[in-house]
């Protein structure tokens, strides 16, 4: 069973490297991208809107609401056990700069080489769908906070790194690296709310 796990993770090189696009256009959209990974699974499909905003496109006014509401969108339909998500249009439509994420990318791909070195089949139990749900529920949260986080500089960079690494160790079957992304996402959203409650009142 363990080796047939290890056949079918996807390694963190792997998935940014299907994040990497060729073509004669300077843009790539959203949909795009997603459809690159789809087939990798949820993790996966996670981890293309956190990168985006963890990365220095995520600085671009409106980028952090955009990948906000494409996790939590992909979050929910998780939890309704839709096969293959649905987005809007309008968000599938959004072009990035193609040369800006592939250089990005890139610069990150030696990292992600030594990173894989840690990354291995374990803690199975996050296949189980309580865990599955639970993890879903924790990007749901984390992704609708981006939005109003954007207006507070450099916090909605927490909830995004947070289902970055919760979407890694989704994708490489790396059960503590997705606890790991739960805690960051605890921490996260508590500091949200510290953040959040004087702007509310």
């Known amino acids: 069973m363990y080796s047939e796990t290890l056949s ?3 390694t963190l090189y792997e998935l940014l ?6 073509g004669s256009t300077d843009k790539v959209t959203f949909g795009e991208l997603l459809h690159l990974v789809e087939k990798r699974g949820f993790g996966a499909m996670l981890a293309v809107p956190a990168f985006i905003s963890a990365t220095p496109i ?8 955009v990948t906000g509401i494409t996790i939590f969108l992909i979050s929910l339909q998780v939890l309704l056990s839709r096969s ?3 987005l809007p249009s309008a968000i599938k439509q959004i072009t990035i700069d193609k040369v800006s994420l592939n250089s990005g990318i890139t610069k990150i791909k030696p990292a992600a080489l030594q990173i894989d070195r840690f990354l291995f089949p374990r803690w199975l139990f996050i296949r189980q769908p309580l865990f ?3 993890i879903a529920l ?8 981006m939005v ?3 207006l507070v500089p450099f916090m909605g960079l927490v909830p995004a790194f947070a289902v970055l690494i919760m979407a890694i160790g989704m994708a490489t079957d790396d059960g503590a690296v997705a606890l790991l992304g739960l805690s960051l996402a605890t921490f996260g959203l508590a500091t949200a709310g510290y953040h959040l409650l004087p702007l509310i009142n």
């Open 132 to 134: 599955r749900t639970f």
């Open 138 to 145: 924790t990007c749901a949260c984390c992704g609708i906070l």
């Open 58 to 65: 995520g600085a671009i006014p409106g980028i952090p609401t």
């Open 8 to 10: 079918r993770s996807l």
């Open 17 to 22: 490297g299907r994040m990497q696009t060729s």
């Open 148 to 150: 109003p986080l954007e």
């Open 84 to 86: 293959h998500p649905w």
